[in-house]
Structures are given as structure tokens and as C-alpha cells.
């Protein structure tokens, strides 16, 4: 008996083996969603022959599933769509160094681990937005002066369990230290116009309706409103609002990455760098450009129209692995000062 | 049993077995809840001191109000289309049910499009009147409000079907004694029908409120911080799964609150109706005014829950159909399918076995385990894959080191990333919905019928076949199609849990939906609705025509004298 099994279980290891051995392929955990990722893997597929494997779900959830199947984790690449979470990769030991001329080249050093564990893809902006009419840019400065009384209930944001909020303010953290973000933000939470609800572009809708004056948001939100059908009400809404850039007399305006990096156990390690490769190639850049009108990360790629009209910016240029470890203080702060 | 000694009925292999599987089946939770021992001193004291006084207000007054808008819609249109006759009932009977194929998190989505600040109705309002913000008030939709009315628009079908079910077993002639004893139309609902169907009624919204309290996208969307998105913001967000852990035991006192109570209420009223029935129901010849009260309760009720919803679906769905409906869409629609029927089949199995391991061994270990089984109802999803997770990793990595170490080979993962797992995690969240209905059918089945069929000469399997199938198959049927609806509409656990380059519809309406693509998104959302309408058409049905089918049964099954309540 105890024969038997051990063969069974031999035969199915063959078996299991060589279908996960099966050349080419490369698996990937993706917090980006499918509709945003998918086209650049049939793309790479296209091009290099090698199958791609994907899994979609939360940043969190996922690097929990990358942690718990340790050094047996079919997956080669971790993707997020942003930096703090590649960080908390790096610190619970899934990611593994990766040396790449292409790469380096490729991603300017604050978009990048400085031991190249995880890489920059594409660059989002939370910027201040604006409704043409009711503000004026002049009376604009930092994110740090939006906590004065005078935009008391005119400012429209989601939630602090959004992770691009947790960023925004690991980022202030970084620059202004725990004691001023705290008293920064409870004046910004008074100023809130209603309960933090909904996502990014229904800020910018509350914004553009007038149930608020200011909004904050990924551009990327804005400019899909403003390649809506014409006419329509994400259209108008858009139309209605402006983007002002902080802190440009500063450290310049946060921004975030979308990125990845080589998991560890990556059992087709080459085939992911490949697909890192690609995913800076020109070809791919221009694609998160005109896609999703995000910022491509490789200086010299074009923006796309949508974002150009929203103006050239000085981007805040702390090391994006500050997000990562000012997370869980940026959380608490955030629910001291009671943004829910 | 009393004629065998405790400790023989404990040990009894059958009973040994039920322990076990119904373990199994609650390991994910009790393994999340073990992280409670991790140190989470500092975090925890964070919570307690911030946000924890929130969440708990949010998930009590979140269930309160769910509680009443469920019990007083379901309860309400159970009643009407039971017992009295008016325009439409028949129709209605099975279109009150429609609500529950449209998961919560998409009715939030549909509403707030139409009703927030910006959507069409507000925007009409301020242009045909030229208000501005300050000039009116509107309810807000993303709101607890806004919660509860949500969760009571597609919760309320339970405590409907449950409270239908145990109306249609009423004897219409305990009815009749009360009214001919002196009661009012009124006070023979509220001092017969009702107290005699509570235990289905409390079944029916200790689901309701199970699901509320797991709800992640819903409150989320809404930005009402409960629980659950406390748990996913402390795990994820403080990075800390111990004070998560704690969170979701603080989670489960509510839920074992919730068990309690139902435990309580069935054991202070067990009733068996013995008896026939030998005319339909619709007592009550409602006329005119009362009759149009009935039927405009009736059609608001599906109109909010159902109808209003679904023509939203339908208009984004018509503008972006063309480009969401390829090859591809269908390999998701039959991934859900299948997934959702395999999972729906596996839980009735396992129901039955363990209801019944309960009913013949109904010792203390064996009544814990079963009820333990049934717990992961109210957890949510993210918790249950977690707990799935982690077992099946440290199964799969103990393999493969072995086989390393003695053979030099590695096996890889086996379980892990696999459907098994994926199923498993659902049998955890959704055993409790097989697990109650088949009971439920079990209870009917008295012990006197069981003692009847023997002293007449039947085996146990005789029995089994003769009696209890037949009485337990509307039971069954709505056991697996609960499951089955619930799967095609779960989340978290799908997303996380499942193998590359699986989807299925709720992956895709959720990925383009938090994309905040809502008009995308309808094609993939409106399936799920359609595909969850088939079952609970045919559940409306089997409902409507049971009655009648239970009625010749019972004539034909070995019966005892009637005798009137036990218990």
C-alpha cells in the first residue's frame, strides 16, 4: 500500500511537473486589472512566442497568497498599481534582485528599488482638480494649504482605505514629518464637503455638480471623462474642472507607479525579465500613454493629448520606496484625524 | 437513543465522521481566528482608541435596520400572497423572489448612478428647479441608509421564501379555529400564523443579516466602514493580521449572537403540523381598495428591487454590449455556470450528510461541529480564502519537501491555486445555506414519522427513500439553488483563490466596475442577474407547485394519527 501511493504520488509529480516546467510561459499576479494589462501580454506573446499566465485580484490578497505558497509559488512577476505595495513585497522577502542595462535605463531611479527588487512601469499624478469658475488657481498653493479653514466643506475625496490616499499622505509624512501631517490633517478633514464615498471620478462628478469646489484624483480619471462621448454627462463634467499642480514651488506633486517585480521564486525568471523588458520598450510605454492616459515612465515617450492639455509638472521626487514604509503610519494618522 | 449509553453513541464511527468533515469544513475559520495569539497589542489599542467604537455602531445599526426592512418586506409579501387573494398573486408569488439574483454590490452600484449628487435625478431636480447644493435637501444614497435599504431590497427574498414555506404548511384550519374563537383578521396573523412560522422566519433573516455582516463591496463603495472593511484595512492596510484576526472575532460574537438566537427560538417553538390540507390557500378574498394596497405593496417591493435595477442594467448594457460580448464571454459565463452548479451539488451532499449524522447522533461534539460547519456564512470571503490559503500551502509545501528530500523531486503546488481549493473556500462561506434549508426539511419530517414507518416494517434505507426523499425534495432543490445563486455572485474568495487565467462573471463586472466603468461593466452584471433568474424561476415553481405535490404525498406516505403541536 504505502508503495502504491508513493507512486501515485511520483507519477502525479511527473505529471505536475512537467506541466509546470512546460517551456515559454511566464505567470503573473497582477493588481492591475485584467482589461489593463491583458493587451500588453497578447502583445508580448505576439512578439517573443512566450504564454502568458495571469491572476488578478487585490495587492494585498495576493502578495498573502505569494507569501503563504512560498518557495513553490508558480508566479514569476507581481504587478501593483502602486508603490508602497511593491515595498511591502520587497519587506516580506517575494521579490528578487534583478540586474538589467534595459531596465536601469529605462526607469529613472525614484521610479525603482534601489536594489532593483521592483521596477517603475507607468507613472500616475494625484493632482489638485478644481471647478472652473468657483476657484481660482491663485487661490491654490500646496496640498499642505488645503487644510486652511477657508475651503471649509469644498473639498470632495474617496476614502483612506483607497491605497492612492494612503500614498498621498505616506508622501506628506515623508516630507513634513508625523506631528505636522497629523495637524495637517485634521484641517483638511474639516474642510471635507461630505463623507469620503465612491471612487476617484465621483469626486470629480461631485466636484463638476457643484457639491464641492475641489477634488483630488489620479489624472488618468479626468482625462477618460474628458475622452467620453461628447455630450455625456462625464464629458461636461469634465469640461467643468481644472487641474492645478501643487507644490510646485517644492517638493512638486505626488505621484505613484504602477509597477512589478520577479518574484522570488520566479520558476521562469528569465521570461519575466523579458516581459519587464518589453513592458519599457517604447511599444508598451506609448500603450499605458494613449490606453490609459497614464504617464509613461521612460523619459522621451509621448503623453497622450488628453494629459498634455493638463500641463507639464515638477513630480515630488522622493524615492517611491517611502510609501511603502510610511503605509501603515499614514493609515493611523488618517484615522486619528477621523477620515473614514 | 436512550435505550443506548452515551459514551457508545460518541464513538460511533458514522458520528466520528461527521465531526470530521464538519471540521473540516470550519478549519479556514478557526485557522484565522488562531492568528488572534499573535501580538497585536499596540495596533489593537490604535483600533480601540479610533475606529473600533465606529465599526461597531455601523455593523449593529447596519443589522437593525436590515432586520426590520427584511422581515417587514418579506415577511409582509409572504403573508399577502399565502393568504389572501388578490390581482396578480399568482405572478407574484414568483417575481417577489427576483431580487435575490442581483448581488448587493451591484444594485449599490445602480442606484448610486441614478441618485448621487451628479447622477440624472439630482441633476434634474437642480436644473428644472435652478437649485444648488445648499437650496434642497436629498437623501444621500452612499450612506448606512442607503446600506440598509440596499441589503433589505435583495436580502428580503429569504426571509420571504422561508416565512412562504412556512405559511403554505399552516393548516388552514387553525386559522379558521381562530377566527371562529373570536380573532380579528389582525390578531389571528399576529397570535397564530406568525408565532407558528417564526423559527422559518428567524431562519430566513439570520441568512439575511449573516450576509449583510460579510458584505465587503457594498459598505466599501458606500463608505461606511464596518467590520469587514475594518478586517481588510487592518490586514491589509496596517499590515497587521493579528489585529484583523481579532476584528473578525469580534465579528463572530455577533454571529454566534445571531445562531443563538435562532437555536432559541426554534427550541421554544418547534411545531409540527400534522394534518391535511384539503383546500388551497387565499383565505382571505381581498376586495377592491385592500386588494390594490396588496398589489402596489407587492410591485413596489419587486419594482425597487428588481425592475428598476435591471432596465438601468439593460440601458448600459445596450450601449456597450457589442464590445463586451466575445469569445471570451462566453468561456466566462460557462466557467461560472459550471463552477457554481459543481459547488451547489457538493453542498447539498455534504448538507445532508452532516443534518443527518446530526438527526441520528445528536450528541454534544457532533451538534457543535455541525453548527461550527455552518458559521463561515457571515465571514467575509477575504477571511475564508485566507483561512483556505494557508492550510492547503503548508499541505502542498510539506509534500514537496518530502518528496525533495526522499526522491530528489519536487512536486510543486498541488492543491494550492487550484479549483479544489477555490471550491473548498466556497463550501466554507455557503455550507450554512444548505445546511439550513435541509435541516429545515429534516424537521418537518417528525419523529413521528419515523416511528410510524418503522413500526409499519421500513428499513432505514426504505425510509430514506420512501418518505424522506419525496418530502425532502422541494428542501433540496432550494438548498442547491441558493448555493448556486450565491457562487455566481461571490467575490473576494474568486478573485484571490482562483487558477490563472480563470474568470468568472463577477470578476469581470467587479474589474471594470472598481475601474469605475459602470457602464462596461452591466454586460457581465446583467448575466449574472439573467443566469441567477433561471434558478430562482424554477425554485418559484417548484414552491408553487409543492404545495399541491406534498399534499398527495403525505396521503400516500405512511401517517400517524393527527395529532395537533408537539414540542
Known sequence: ?340 | MSNRSALTDQIHPRALSVVLVATLVSLPVIVVLSFVFHPAGEVWRHLAHTVLPLYVRNSVVLMLGVAVGTLGLGVTTAWLTTMCTFPGRRAFEWVLLLPLAIPAYIIAYTYTGMLDFAGPVQTFLRESFTWSRDDYWFPEIRSLGGAIVMFSLVLYPYVYLLARSAFLEQSPYAIDVSRTLGCSTWSSFFRVSLPAARPAIIAGLSLALMETLADFGTVQYFGVPTFTTGIFRTWFGLGDSGAAAQLAVVLLTFVFILLAAERWSRKRASFYHVGNRSRPLGIYQLTSGKAWLAFSVCTVTVAFGFLVPAVQLSVWALKTAAEMVDASFFKLLANTLGLAAATAFIAVLLALYLAYGRRAHGTVPVRIAVRLAGMGYAVPGIVIALGVMLPFAWLDNAVDGWLRSHFNVSSGLLLSGTLVALMLAYQVRFLALSLQTVESGLAKITPVIDEAGRSLGCKASELARRVHVPMLRGSLLTAALLVFVDVMKELPATLVLRPFDFNTLAVRAYELATDERLEDASTAALSIVAAGLVPVIVLSLSIARSRYRETLEIRYAPLPNPVGQQG
Not at chain 1, 505616506?170 to 464637503?193: M, P, Q, R, Y
Not at chain 1, 519599457?280 to 497614464?294: G, M, P
Open chain 1, 1 to 340: 500500500m504505502p508503495r502504491l501511493i508513493i507512486f501515485g504520488l511520483t507519477v502525479l509529480t511527473l505529471i505536475l511537473g512537467t506541466a509546470a516546467q512546460a517551456n515559454s510561459v511566464v505567470n503573473i499576479y497582477s493588481a492591475r486589472n485584467e482589461a489593463l494589462i491583458k493587451p500588453l501580454l497578447d502583445k508580448f506573446t505576439e512578439k517573443t512566442g512566450i504564454q502568458t499566465h495571469l491572476v488578478t485580484a487585490g495587492a494585498g490578497p495576493l502578495l498573502e497568497r505569494l507569501r503563504r505558497e512560498g518557495r513553490n509559488s508558480p508566479a514569476d512577476l507581481f504587478i501593483t498599481v502602486d508603490a508602497g505595495r511593491l515595498h511591502e513585497a520587497k519587506e516580506a522577502g517575494v521579490l528578487q534582485p534583478v540586474e538589467s542595462a534595459t531596465l536601469d535605463a529605462a526607469v529613472p531611479a525614484p521610479y525603482r528599488d534601489p536594489q532593483g527588487l521592483w521596477f517603475g512601469l507607468s507613472l500616475r499624478a494625484r493632482p489638485i482638480m478644481y471647478a472652473r469658475g468657483r476657484v481660482q488657481s491663485d487661490e491654490l498653493s500646496t496640498y499642505e494649504a488645503l487644510a486652511d479653514p477657508r475651503w471649509r466643506g469644498r473639498i470632495c475625496i474617496r476614502s483612506s482605505s483607497n491605497i492612492y490616499n494612503q500614498s498621498l499622505v505616506a508622501s506628506i509624512v515623508a516630507a513634513d514629518g508625523e506631528t505636522a501631517t497629523l495637524d495637517w490633517l485634521k484641517g483638511f478633514v474639516k474642510n471635507f464637503a461630505r463623507k469620503p464615498a465612491g471612487g476617484d471620478r465621483d469626486q470629480l462628478r461631485a466636484a463638476a455638480a457643484g457639491e464641492c469646489d475641489i477634488a483630488i484624483a489620479n489624472t488618468y480619471y479626468l482625462a477618460r471623462m474628458h475622452t467620453a462621448e461628447p455630450g455625456s454627462p462625464d464629458h461636461q463634467a469634465a469640461k467643468a474642472l481644472e487641474v492645478f499642480w501643487p507644490n510646485q514651488n517644492g517638493r512638486g506633486a505626488h505621484v505613484n507607479v504602477s509597477g512589478a517585480g520577479v518574484t522570488t521564486a520566479a520558476p521562469n525568471r528569465d521570461n519575466a525579465i523579458r516581459l519587464l523588458e518589453f513592458l519599457v520598450t517604447d511599444e508598451a510605454q506609448a500603450w499605458y500613454a494613449e490606453v490609459n492616459n497614464e504617464y509613461p515612465v521612460k523619459p522621451g515617450v509621448p503623453w497622450s493629448e488628453t494629459v498634455r492639455e493638463m500641463g507639464r509638472f515638477k513630480a515630488d521626487e522622493l524615492n517611491l520606496s517611502a510609501l511603502g514604509s510610511n503605509n501603515s503610519l499614514a493609515v493611523k494618522l488618517m484615522d486619528e484625524a477621523g477620515w473614514q
